[in-house]
């Protein structure tokens, strides 16, 4: 790893940072518009918007785990095997993208009741997530070329078109929300054709190169089935994270319509600010894997460290940013007052465990980066394990009266510390650091 490693980490890092803050702020645009249609449309969204990020972030690995692969093969350098490993990456999302339509639409009705959110609620989920089920193939091409690309050290185009598409995005469901007056409808169909399109100029970009190598673009069926198989741990580790996820959205359903509508906030800001300490994540995972294919195990700790010391402080700064808003964005999203009170406290709680997530996201992207996936898939199960009791707790004193946000946000915060311990006493290890081309 070169000496100037703290370069190479900002060079990937603010593009990933960008373009990463730029998805969760269009949804806060999307929940900003939807929010003004009413208390019960904006809690529809946040049932809704659970299950599709559910339906599309348990394949995140079409990125993560393509990230690793390309990027150490390009450390090898073997950058013709890496554009190959990445085409086998968006044929996998693409088959998998049509199975989780079918399936999201055919159950859409069913999966919204899980929450036990009220009738007029439950109807605007289900209006919007059928709807939105249309542009989940695409969804999932854009995680396999956004993955590829940042492989080859390239997190720039992501960018690029992270900028035109939720811009896309949000001045399409302003229209066809109001003025052309679909509601919630209209967010939706905004969403699908802006995903629609970024994956189509993606896949342009990643084509030109393949071309210009000569790396195969037909469907391998033996390469799409490695990719497969290699990315089930990590598939694994998606599902436990996303199911503590739906466990604290299940809960705050059961508080009632203006608590849910806050939690669906809370999570989106909680969200924006993850994304942006992923962006050192997605550093990790392609100076990690280059470092490896290149045998440099020295170089991979020194980027670690300094990540991880600039992660915290990250995590300080986004945290503070938010204790001096909380008061202020609660009304960017609904006229209830309930509303805003409840989500004013809860955002104290989201901006305390910023350091901690800071951690646990950097130590994360390392050893996706290293390919460690399959200890990733226990420490993930075993997070998931420790954090069900303290949902055990929020559930006896709701049934002896005490109640709220507070406390659900508080155990969430609980979660991200139980993960971030075990990322660290990992990390401490070289069991992880296997060098070469594969691993």
């Known amino acids: 790893m070169p000496t100037d490693h703290r370069r190479e980490i900002l060079r990937l890092a603010i593009p990933a940072f960008l373009a990463l803050v730029a998805e969760p702020l269009f949804l806060l645009a999307d929940s900003a518009i939807v929010g003004y249609l009413g208390t019960e449309s904006l809690a529809g969204l946040g049932v809704a918007s659970a299950v599709l990020l559910t339906a599309t972030n348990i394949f995140v690995f079409l990125a993560y785990g393509t990230t690793a692969a390309v990027s150490r093969r390009?450390?090898?350098?073997?950058?013709?095997?890496?554009?190959?490993?990445?085409?086998?990456?968006?044929?996998?999302?693409?088959i998998l993208g049509a199975v989780a339509t079918v399936v999201v639409i055919a159950w859409a009705p069913g999966l919204v009741g899980l929450f036990g959110a009220g009738p007029g609620a439950r109807d605007e989920a289900v209006t919007y997530l059928r709807i939105s089920a249309v542009g989940i193939p695409p969804m999932l091409v854009v995680l396999a070329a956004t993955g590829v690309l940042r492989g080859l050290q390239d997190t720039r185009t992501p960018l690029v078109a992270a900028v035109a598409g939720f811009g896309t995005n949000a001045v399409l469901?302003?229209?066809?929300?109001?003025?052309?007056?679909?509601?919630?409808?209209?967010?939706?169909?905004?969403?699908?054709?802006?995903?629609?399109?970024?994956?189509?100029?993606?896949c342009?970009?990643?084509?030109?190169?393949?071309?210009?190598?000569?790396?195969?673009?037909?469907?391998?069926?033996?390469g799409v089935l490695r990719a497969a198989l290699d990315g089930i741990p990590l598939l694994i580790r998606t599902l436990a994270l996303r199911a503590a996820l739906l466990v604290t959205t299940w809960y705050a359903a059961g508080l009632g319509d203006a608590e849910l509508a806050a939690h669906q906030v809370a999570m989106t800001v909680w969200s924006a600010l993850a994304f942006a300490l992923d962006a050192l994540a997605i550093a990790g995972q392609a100076l990690t894997g280059k470092a490896l294919g290149a045998g440099d195990a020295a170089g991979t700790r020194q980027v670690m460290a300094t990540m991880i010391r600039w992660g915290i402080w990250f995590g300080v700064v986004l945290g503070a940013v938010i204790v001096a808003g909380h008061r202020i964005i609660p009304l960017g999203f609904s006229t209830d007052p309930r509303v805003h009170a409840a989500l004013a406290a809860a955002l104290i709680v989201v901006a305390c465990g910023q350091p901690v997530a800071a951690v646990a996201f950097v130590l994360d992207g390392v050893l996706i980066g290293a390919g460690d996936t399959r200890w990733l898939a226990l420490a993930q199960t075993v997070c998931l394990i420790g954090y069900l009791p303290m949902m055990g707790v929020l559930v006896w004193l709701d049934l002896?009266?005490?109640?709220?946000?507070?406390?659900?946000?508080?155990?969430?915060?609980g979660f991200m510390a139980l993960r971030a311990a075990l990322l660290w006493w990992r990390s401490r290890s070289d069991v992880w650091m296997v060098v070469g081309a594969v691993r």
């Open 204 to 222: 342009a970009v990643l084509v030109t190169g393949a071309r210009r190598l000569g790396a195969p673009l037909s469907l391998h069926p033996g």
């Open 400 to 413: 002896v009266g005490i109640r709220g946000l507070v406390g659900l946000w508080i155990a969430f915060t």
């Open 173 to 202: 469901s302003f229209l066809l929300v109001h003025p052309v007056g679909l509601g919630i409808a209209g967010a939706a169909w905004g969403s699908v054709i802006a995903q629609s399109g970024m994956a189509i100029g993606l």
């Open 74 to 94: 390009l450390g090898a350098g073997d950058q013709r095997g890496a554009l190959s490993t990445g085409v086998d990456g968006v044929w996998l999302a693409l």
